[in-house]
């Protein structure tokens, strides 16, 4: 038979006077740490006592009731009452709700405690934050609610933000699929189909870390520390219309303005009407940019002009803080420092006398009239205006008769075709013309309306339009290989007849004129200089170069061996097998570059048959022997006339020994390394290898030194020379 369940009996709920209450020596919460009784005080004066007070009857030493309860679970809430009872807001004899335990209860008081406090749940804050909502829908405000529950407007706002989260989230959070931090930082962004995506992002992410996901979040949006914030400021920017986002759970850096086009157009419409500003000093040209490229000023000429003098009055408070400055640097000279309000004032000194100090530069009238100003924003977002650039071609220069060119009609579609586009605007002929990127601003809106007139087309479209033909021509290119031979002949021959760089071609393809830097006195008069300067006047003296129609047509009709011939020569002007010093900081050619051109070079001798002796490189003591230590000296000799010759020379001082060894090598094809093909070397001591002389080895054919046979008869010179 199964046994019943036992009932469960509660005790029973009663009001005691306040004065017929005392705390228990059975409470277990003794440490108050962080335990604030005055705001649960303030509590109970406003909503009451929300839970009752656990009491137990007090016996006396025979075990009798004595009328008395003590407090084992709630001894916070009785000093609260305690506290408004001292401060008579409570009554001594007001009745207090209370559970009432047995005094004869098998359950310890210690039990009651310790339960009271254990057993008790946190409110999870997404229930906090719908309590904090509900309220406020219910009328209470932020600072109400902040008051009432005894925390800060802030936490109360952080809470309410909670809001901001899409539902979605808001339950995954609730079930603990993601931290409380992580659930705040999609605060930043208010958009819940953002929210999501981040979210379906990073779940399954090892990098789910609230700062990841708010960088997710407002990786579209633009910093309130970004200058050009700064620069227009945070309320013109929401006064257009912008939207703010904020954190409000950690420092954000004044948070991220969401809409960077409205900003970008905020940001030119201020640069513009700082530029109009500056129209009245009289500059030709004033150049808008919210980045001006390093370089910017490159190419063009700086006018120096001269500060503007103090007025008196400005010179005397010059002098009275430099004076003040001075004294003060005096009376404390002798410490090792200043006191800190001496120190601020001196900065404030220095700073005021630098005020005055930075004076607005003069220029001359003539000189601004053809110059301009760039206007830019600082790296800090503060405006940046750099006056006084002059432009090439608005320097001063003597008029020339008629420009060339300039009688002669279009081909075929109107003589405007080769021109460019663009009209200066209306304010070019009496006044300043302010550009941004380089096409004017600020121009009359009724100008694009449709009057009639024949305008030019929108830049954009002229670009979208040339890019198909640009693919057109591509293809059809790609499959006439003559046509191609000579579009690249044409542009080659440009490349290698004329100087000017202001020629354009519609083929990026081009030869760059290496230029020797580092060169012997004797380069410009050698074989090989003659041989390419004679082949450069014979192509030069036939090609029709004024005209590109004829040029078109010359290279057309040349035969096909003609037309590789002028190949070659264009191209042999792009040959770079030069040894350059390596540079480790990126500028110029790195150590593996380097390498890689001078094994391409080796490839290009092999293929050619390269052979320095016959091109007219000698060892002579300008061009090489007198630069080099004497080992190589002797190592040239040896390498080139034997063993036995150079030992006649090792003796001598090195001019001597450099006059000798040039006589001694005059004629034996001896190279130095660098000037060696690497394909030519000695097998098994059978050859001599490329550049080591025709006569190693042969010591007895040598010629001896002058200086050993100056004063001998040709026999006894022969006979030396034999052993």
Not at 167 to 196: C, I, K, S, W
Not at 274 to 295: F, H, M, N, Q, R
Not at 426 to 438: D, F, K, L, Q, R
Not at 634 to 649: D, P
């Amino acid at each position: 038979m199964a046994k019943a369940a036992q009932k469960v009996t509660l005790s029973p709920a009663r009001d005691i006077p306040f004065d017929k209450l005392a705390l228990s020596q059975s409470n277990v919460r003794r440490i108050n740490a962080g335990v604030s009784v005055e705001e649960l005080a303030e509590d109970i004066a406003r909503r009451g006592l929300l839970q009752g007070l656990n009491v137990r009857p007090m016996l006396d030493a025979d075990g009798v009731e004595t009328g008395m309860f003590e407090i084992p679970a709630g001894g916070r809430r009785f000093q609260a009452l305690s506290l408004l009872v001292k401060q008579k807001r409570l009554a001594k004899t007001a009745p207090i709700p209370c559970i009432v335990r047995d005094a004869a209860s098998e359950i310890l008081a210690e039990d009651d405690s310790l339960a009271e406090n254990m057993q008790r749940v946190a409110l999870h804050p997404l229930d906090q934050f719908r309590a904090f909502q509900a309220l406020r829908e219910k009328g209470q405000g932020e600072e109400a609610i902040a008051a009432a529950f005894f925390v800060t407007p802030q936490i109360v706002k952080q809470r309410l933000k909670l809001a901001s989260v899409t539902p979605a989230l808001l339950e995954v959070y609730a079930e603990d699929g993601m931290t409380l931090e992580q659930l705040m930082a999609f605060t930043v962004n208010p958009d819940h189909g953002r929210q999501m995506q981040v979210w379906d992002a990073v779940k399954n992410s090892w990098n789910k870390e609230p700062y990841a996901i708010r960088r997710m979040l407002t990786e579209s949006s633009v910093r309130a520390s970004d200058r050009r914030a700064v620069f227009v400021g945070i309320d013109a920017y929401e006064a257009a219309g912008g939207v703010v986002l904020r954190d409000l759970f950690q420092g954000d850096d004044g948070g991220w303005l969401e809409d960077p086009a409205l900003l970008d157009r905020l940001v030119a419409e201020k640069l513009q009407a700082e530029a109009e500003a500056l129209t009245s000093e009289g500059w030709k040209w004033i150049e808008v940019a919210t980045d001006l490229p390093y370089g910017y000023s490159h190419g063009l000429r700086r006018l120096l002009g001269d500060p503007a003098r103090m007025t008196d009055e400005e010179s005397a408070s010059h002098a009275a803080l430099l004076s003040e400055y001075r004294a003060l640097e005096e009376e404390y000279s002798g410490q090792d420092e200043y006191p800190e309000e001496i120190d601020a004032r001196l900065g404030q000194l220095e700073m005021a006398m630098e005020a005055l100090e930075q004076r607005a530069l003069i220029y001359d009238p003539a000189e601004v009239a053809r110059a301009g100003v760039f206007v830019t924003l600082d790296r800090d977002g503060s405006l940046a205006v750099y006056r006084g650039y002059v432009r090439p071609e608005d320097e001063p220069r003597e008029e020339t008769a008629v420009q060339e060119g300039d009688d002669a009609d279009g081909m075929g579609q109107g003589g405007d075709v080769g021109g460019s586009s663009w009209k200066p605007s209306a304010t070019s002929a009496g006044g300043t013309v302010i550009t941004s990127g380089g096409q004017p601003i600020g121009a009359d809106p009724t100008d694009d309306e449709d009057d009639g007139a024949l305008k030019p087309l929108p830049e954009r479209l002229v670009m979208e339009l040339t890019a198909h033909r640009t693919l057109a021509l591509r293809e059809a290119i790609g499959r006439s290989p003559d046509v191609a031979l000579t579009l690249l002949l044409l542009k080659l021959v440009t490349d290698t007849f004329r100087t000017s760089s202001a020629s354009g071609s519609c083929l990026e393809a081009s030869v760059r004129h290496v230029y020797m830097s580092a060169q012997a006195p004797d380069l410009k008069d050698s074989v090989v200089a003659k041989l390419v300067d004679e082949r450069h006047a014979a192509w030069e003296a036939d090609l029709p170069l004024g005209d590109d129609v004829a040029l078109w047509d010359y290279l057309a009709a040349l035969d096909q061996g003609s037309r590789l011939a002028l190949l070659a020569h264009c191209l042999s002007f792009g040959i770079n097998a030069l040894h350059e010093k390596v540079n480790p900081y990126g500028a110029g050619i790195s150590a593996s570059g380097l390498t890689r051109r001078m094994a391409h070079a080796d490839l290009v001798a092999r293929a050619v048959d390269l052979d320095m002796v016959k091109a007219g490189w000698e060892p002579t003591v300008d061009g090489y022997l007198n630069r080099v230590p004497k080992a190589r000296i002797l190592e040239a000799v040896r390498e080139a006339r034997g063993e036995g010759t150079a030992q006649l020379l090792d003796h001598l001082k090195k001019g001597e020994m450099a006059t000798e060894a040039e006589r001694l090598l005059k004629g034996s094809g001896w190279l130095p390394e660098v000037l060696r093909r690497a394909d030519l070397v000695a097998f098994d001591g059978e050859a001599v290898g490329e550049g080591q002389g025709e006569d190693a080895g042969q010591p007895e054919e040598v010629d001896l030194p002058a200086f050993l046979t100056a004063d001998l008869p040709d026999s006894y010179a022969s006979m030396m020379a034999a052993e």
